[in-house]
C-alpha cells in the first residue's frame, strides 16, 4: 500500500473470468479498511482495449488525480506521494515514468528486458535530456480528471493505438507541462515468446511512424550495430567489416552494462527495496543485445509497407497518430 493520507483503488476488469479477478478480490481482501473497488463491467466503446478497461474506471473515480497503473507495473510505498510533487505545478498536465525491465523467463521477455533497459531507457532518457522532447509510458501516468475532460476524456482515446502519446499531444496543445519523472518503475515481464515479441518491435515501430513521421528514418542511423553490419551484407565479407561490426557489438553490450548500472544505482539510491520474489534482469543477457539490435533493424522496414498491426489477438489498420479502423481479410 502507498504511504499517502487520501487515495482509491479501482481494479477495472472486463469480465469475471479475468485471472486477474481473483487476485483483486484477494487484495480488497487483504485489506478491509483501504478505499478498493474491484469493477468488473464490459465495455466496448472503441477499438483500443485498454481504454475500454479503463473507461468504467474512470466514470466513477471520485478524485480530481488519476493515475493509470498496468498490472505489470511494481512499485514501492512511496510511489504515489513521489509523482504527486510535481502537481503542486498548476501547469503539469501528465506524469509519466521510466519502465525498468525485470523478470520474465520467456525468450521473448529476455529481449523484451534488453529493448526497455537499453533503446527505450537510453532513447527517452536523451531526448528529454538533450531535446527537451518528453515521452510518456501508458503504464504508469497521472493527471487530473478536470484536464483530461478538457481534452473530451478517455473517450477522445479510444480508437488510438498510442493512447499515451496522443493523451501527451492533446495536453501539450492545451500548453500544459509533461513530466518524465524521476521515479523509477519496474515493468515485470511475464513468460512471453518470442513471435510475441516480435509483433510487439513490429506495433511499436508502426507508432513511432504513424505519429513521428519523417522523424522515423533517423531511428535507422542510430542503429549503430545494424548500420555496422551492413557492409558485411552488401559487400563481400572481410577482416575489416566483420572486425569492424565485431567492433561496435562490443562497445554496444559494455554500453548497454554502463546504463543499466547506472539503473540500478539510481534504484538503489530511491531505495526501492521490496521482497526477493521478482527475477532481476542479469547483465549476461546484454551479450544478446547486438542481436537485437539487429532484429530491430531489419523490422524498422515493416512500418513502411506495411499498415496492419496485431494488438491482443485482434488484427487492425493503423494511419496517422495511430488511429485505428477495423481490419478484415
Known amino acids: 500500500?502507498?504511504?499517502?493520507?487520501?487515495?482509491?483503488?479501482?481494479?477495472?476488469?472486463?469480465?469475471?473470468?479475468?485471472?486477474?479477478?481473483?487476485?483483486?478480490?484477494k487484495i480488497k481482501e487483504k485489506y478491509p479498511n483501504r478505499d478498493i473497488t474491484v469493477l468488473v463491467k464490459r465495455c466496448e466503446a472503441g477499438l483500443n482495449p485498454k481504454v475500454n478497461n479503463l473507461?468504467?474506471?474512470?466514470?466513477?473515480?471520485?478524485?480530481?488525480?488519476?493515475?493509470?497503473?498496468?498490472?505489470?507495473?511494481?512499485?514501492?510505498k512511496n510511489y504515489l506521494k513521489e509523482i504527486m510533487k510535481y502537481m503542486e505545478d498548476p501547469q503539469v498536465g501528465l506524469v509519466s515514468n521510466v519502465y525498468w525491465g525485470v523478470g520474465?523467463?520467456?525468450?521473448?521477455?529476455?529481449?523484451?528486458?534488453?529493448?526497455?533497459?537499453?533503446?527505450?531507457?537510453?532513447?527517452?532518457?536523451?531526448?528529454?535530456?538533450?531535446?527537451?522532447?518528453?515521452?510518456?509510458?501508458?503504464?504508469?501516468?497521472?493527471?487530473?480528471?478536470?484536464?483530461?475532460?478538457?481534452?473530451?476524456?478517455?473517450?477522445?482515446?479510444?480508437d488510438v493505438l498510442a493512447e499515451d502519446v496522443i493523451l501527451r499531444n492533446k495536453m501539450k496543445k492545451m500548453d500544459k507541462k509533461i513530466i518524465l519523472s524521476s521515479y523509477l518503475?519496474?515493468?515485470?515481464?511475464?513468460?512471453?515468446?518470442?513471435?510475441?515479441?516480435?509483433?510487439?518491435?513490429?506495433?511499436?515501430?508502426?507508432?513511432?511512424?504513424?505519429?513521428?513521421?519523417?522523424?522515423?528514418?533517423?531511428?535507422?542511423?542510430?542503429?549503430?550495430?545494424?548500420?555496422?553490419?551492413?557492409?558485411?551484407?552488401?559487400?563481400?565479407?572481410?577482416?575489416?567489416?566483420?572486425?569492424?561490426?565485431?567492433?561496435?557489438?562490443?562497445?554496444?553490450?559494455?554500453?548497454?552494462?554502463?546504463?543499466?548500472?547506472?539503473?540500478?544505482?539510481?534504484?538503489?539510491?530511491r531505495t526501492m527495496r521490496h521482497e526477493p520474489r521478482i527475477v532481476q534482469f542479469s547483465l549476461w543477457w546484454y551479450l544478446l543485445s547486438p542481436l537485437n539490435d539487429l532484429l530491430m533493424g531489419i523490422i524498422w522496414f515493416i512500418p513502411l509497407f506495411s499498415n496492419t498491426v496485431t494488438w491482443k489477438g485482434n488484427s487492425f489498420r493503423i494511419s496517422k497518430d495511430s488511429a485505428l479502423s477495423q481490419y478484415k481479410r
Open 185 to 269: 518503475i519496474e515493468k515485470i515481464n511475464e513468460d512471453r515468446g518470442f513471435r510475441e515479441y516480435l509483433n510487439r518491435l513490429i506495433r511499436w515501430g508502426q507508432l513511432r511512424w504513424r505519429i513521428g513521421g519523417v522523424r522515423y528514418f533517423s531511428e535507422l542511423f542510430t542503429n549503430s550495430v545494424f548500420i555496422a553490419y551492413l557492409p558485411i551484407l552488401l559487400w563481400a565479407p572481410s577482416t575489416l567489416t566483420i572486425s569492424f561490426a565485431i567492433a561496435v557489438s562490443s562497445l554496444k553490450i559494455i554500453g548497454n552494462i554502463y546504463l543499466d548500472s547506472l539503473v540500478r544505482g539510481e534504484r538503489a539510491y
Open 104 to 158: 520474465g523467463r520467456g525468450v521473448g521477455c529476455i529481449f523484451d528486458n534488453i529493448h526497455l533497459n537499453s533503446f527505450v531507457i537510453g532513447g527517452v532518457c536523451f531526448l528529454d535530456r538533450f531535446f527537451k522532447e518528453t515521452w510518456t509510458f501508458g503504464g504508469s501516468m497521472l493527471t487530473r480528471k478536470s484536464d483530461m475532460e478538457s481534452i473530451g476524456g478517455l473517450t477522445a482515446l479510444k
Open 1 to 25: 500500500m502507498q504511504d499517502y493520507p487520501h487515495y482509491e483503488i479501482i481494479f477495472s476488469l472486463q469480465d469475471h473470468n479475468d485471472p486477474a479477478y481473483k487476485v483483486a478480490m
Open 55 to 76: 473507461l468504467p474506471a474512470y466514470e466513477m473515480a471520485r478524485f480530481e488525480y488519476i493515475l493509470i497503473s498496468d498490472s505489470d507495473v511494481f512499485v514501492d
